[in-house]
C-alpha cells in the first residue's frame, strides 16, 4: 500500500484544526490507510464480543466523525453506520435505551419472552433470506455490464466501493432570450452554495 488515495486528499485540508498541519505527511496518509484497513477487517469481531463491544463502538464514533470532518462530502454515511452499527448490542440494551423515551411501553426490568407462531417464524427466515440475497446480489450486478466500471458506472452503485473514484468537471449556465439573441452567463455563486456547485461538477 502507498496511501493512495489519502496521500493525494489529505493535503488538501491543512486548513483544519490540530490535525491540518500534519496530513501533508506521507507517513500520515499510510498510518491512516493501515489504521482504516486493520478497522474495516477487525471492527465486527469486537462489536461482537460482548466485553470489548463499548470499546468498539467509541472507535466506531472516532472513525466515521474523523470521515465526515476530512470528507464532508460523503454526505449521510458517517451517521448512518454510526446508528446502524448498533445491532450489535443487545435486546436488553434497545430497551433500556428506549425506556428512556417519554411514554415508552418498555419495562426497565429487562426483555420479556414471547412466543412466535410457526408461520411467522417461516415468513421471517424467508424475508432474511431473500434480504440477504438481494445485498449479496445486488454489488456483483456491475459484472453484467461490459467494460470499465470506473467510466461507464453501470452497477457501481452499492458495489462495495466506497471513495475509489472522484471526479471533477466544470459548468456554467447560459441563458439567451429568444426574442432578442441576447445571453449571458449565470453567476452560480450567486445562487448555489459552494457544495451545491462542487455536486454540480462531479
Not at 454515511?77 to 428512556?100: D, K, N, Y
Not at 438481494?134 to 462495495?160: I, K, T
Not at 441563458?175 to 445562487?191: I, K, S, W
Amino acid at each position: 500500500m502507498r496511501g493512495q488515495p489519502l496521500a493525494t486528499w489529505l493535503p488538501g485540508k491543512y486548513q483544519l484544526p490540530l490535525l491540518g498541519p500534519w496530513l501533508h505527511l506521507k507517513e500520515v496518509a499510510l498510518l491512516f490507510s493501515w489504521l482504516g484497513c486493520l478497522y474495516d477487517l477487525t471492527i465486527w469481531l469486537f462489536l461482537w464480543w460482548r466485553k470489548s463491544r463499548g470499546l468498539a463502538y467509541v472507535a466506531v464514533l472516532a472513525f466515521h466523525l474523523l470521515t465526515y470532518v476530512l470528507f464532508p462530502r460523503i454526505g449521510m454515511f458517517p451517521a448512518i453506520m454510526i446508528c446502524g452499527t448498533l445491532i450489535f448490542f443487545s435486546e436488553g440494551w434497545h430497551q433500556r435505551v428506549l425506556s428512556w423515551l417519554p411514554g415508552s411501553s418498555f419495562a426497565s426490568d429487562g426483555p420479556t419472552a414471547k412466543t412466535t407462531p410457526l408461520a411467522r417464524q417461516k415468513l421471517i427466515t424467508y424475508g432474511l433470506g431473500l434480504y440477504l440475497a438481494v445485498q449479496l446480489c445486488l454489488p456483483l450486478r456491475y459484472l453484467a455490464f461490459p467494460g470499465n466500471l470506473f467510466w461507464h458506472e453501470q452497477g457501481y452503485r452499492f458495489s462495495w466501493r466506497v471513495m475509489l473514484m472522484e471526479k471533477n468537471g466544470y459548468t456554467s449556465v447560459i441563458l439567451r432570450d429568444p426574442a432578442t439573441h441576447r445571453q449571458h452567463e449565470v453567476r452560480q455563486e450567486a445562487y448555489l452554495t459552494p457544495f451545491q456547485r462542487q455536486q454540480m461538477r462531479s
